[in-house]
């Protein structure tokens, strides 16, 4: 995701968080950069390798946009394994 985001978001600024729970595991990766369209969540190699990877350790993968403000801007992919 940190790789998309350097290659083809031409974002500015990436924040990566990690947060753990008790229940979980999650690895946020957003960007501030142009987003994606909506054929490359369904159609890019990239985006099925990494569900794939995703779902080999148990977890459920998230695409989208990045919501500020009640405005769709750059890309969030989130990570969520059960504990």
């Keep these: 995701a940190v790789h998309n985001a350097v290659k083809h978001a031409k ?5 990566i968080r990690v ?6 595991i999650s690895v946020i990766i957003e960007d501030d950069g142009i987003g994606m369209l909506d054929t490359a ?6 985006i099925q390798l ?6 080999r350790i148990g ?3 998230n695409i989208g ?10 890309t969030r992919v989130k ?3 059960d504990r």
């Design 79 to 81: 990570l969520e394994i």
């Design 41 to 46: 969540l369904t159609k890019g190699m990239g």
């Design 50 to 55: 990494m569900e794939y990877r995703a779902g």
């Design 19 to 24: 947060i753990v729970t008790d229940d979980s």
């Design 11 to 15: 974002a500015g600024q990436i924040h």
């Design 65 to 74: 946009p990045v919501i500020n403000d009640n405005t769709a801007s750059g």
């Design 59 to 61: 977890g459920v993968l």
